[in-house]
């Protein structure tokens, strides 16, 4: 059915998704009017970025937009910033918005991603305690990292990681909190992990597993970080990471199904008609995870945003592909893809400890995921067994010499 130019259709969350979603609208030729509403007062941008580039200070926040504020309007898309949706109106088919206004929408698509869990200790509050999840909490961090200034970091996820990596070749002296014994278990597995926990150690930050925070001191400002195991920790800034949580609550008050995220099929259609989801917020099917799921990765939002504005124009394409995600810290390049946790059998090429090493994850004899420190291209290779769903010769695969690309498949 032939969209014409009579039609609005509203994205709520300008971030990745919904960016790139409003460019994928235009790019398909429809012509009709698009709005795409952010909280933040950015356009869309790069959010990988924050933790890598904003805090090491290679680029300036404009450098990380998707595109400058003219190229919006030349589009013709109406970028709305510092505006929250307040409500959505099923049965008016409206959006009304925290600064009075009110949209009529033909389609919506929510693309409202996550938010940072706060740290629910006392001092919390204090300035200088940051959370990093947006472009502004990324340039206040950015102004605490002089050289010999001390940082905490809680949560050694791979957004803490990346702050402290980021704070410590600032010339920050760096102390990591992590409350398990071994940061990123689940993702990479005990050993992995343990090595990863390594590859800070080695670059001199003070990495405590098993250790949560108890309280944050200061005097308007933190000052200091006291420890569960009862130390106290100088601090000129504290970078709290400890996950996140969907903003499903406009889907909730609406009457869309929700569960940890909004839950749609693999045309990212929501239980409500004419409303979309897409990105870190969208609960959706995914053969690889066996189950539906919410992807928060960068790969996800953007390419998900581009299926949704396919499937509110019509298109039938499900939406299906293999995580990936990266992380660079220090001289690494850290990426994933698949889905490690699912495994039963985990077999490394090369020697963690060297830091350019792949270890592969099987279940029932098939590769479901993959980690390469420095090996790109090994990657890349281990993907496309991930997408066949094929056996593979775990001989093989552990295997320097043999080229993934041509790996004896057991069955297909």
Known sequence: MP????????????????????????????????????????????????????????????????????RWRDDGIELVTSTRAVRILPHERAVLLSDGGRLVADKLLLATGVRARRLDVPGAELAGVHSLRTLADAVAIRAHLEPGAPVVVVGAGFIGSEAAASAREAGCPVTVLEPQPVPLRAVLGNRLGVAYAGYHRRRGVDMRTGVGVRRIEGDGRVRAVIATDGSRIDAACVVVGVGVEPMDDLATDAGIDTADGIVVDAFCRTSLPGVYAAGDVARAPNPYFGAPARVEHWQNAQNQGVAAA???????????????????????????????????????????????????????????????????????????????????????????????????????
Not at 13 to 39: C, H, I
Not at 322 to 340: E, I, T
Not at 390 to 408: S, W
């Open 3 to 70: 969209v014409t130019s009579s039609q609005t259709f509203v994205i709520l969350g300008a971030g990745l998704a919904g960016g790139r979603a409003a460019e994928s609208l235009r790019a398909r030729g429809f012509d009709g009017r698009v709005v795409l509403v952010g909280e933040e007062p950015d356009g869309p941008y790069e959010r990988p970025q924050l933790s890598k580039e904003v805090l090491a200070g290679r680029k300036t926040a404009d450098q990380t937009l998707l595109r400058p504020a003219v």
């Open 310 to 412: 396919g499937s509110m124009l019509g298109d039938r394409t499900e939406f299906a592909e293999v995580p990936w995600f990266w992380s660079d810290l220090y001289d690494l390049n850290l990426q994933v893809a698949g889905v490690p946790g699912r495994a039963d059998r985990m077999v490394l090429r090369g020697d963690p400890d060297d830091e350019r090493f792949c270890a592969f994850y099987l279940r029932d004899g098939a590769l479901v995921g993959a980690l390469a420190v420095n090996r790109p291209r090994d990657l890349r290779a281990a993907m496309s067994l991930i997408r066949s769903g094929a056996a593979v010769d775990p001989q093989q695969l552990g295997d320097d010499d043999i080229d993934l690309r041509g790996l004896t498949r057991v069955r297909s």
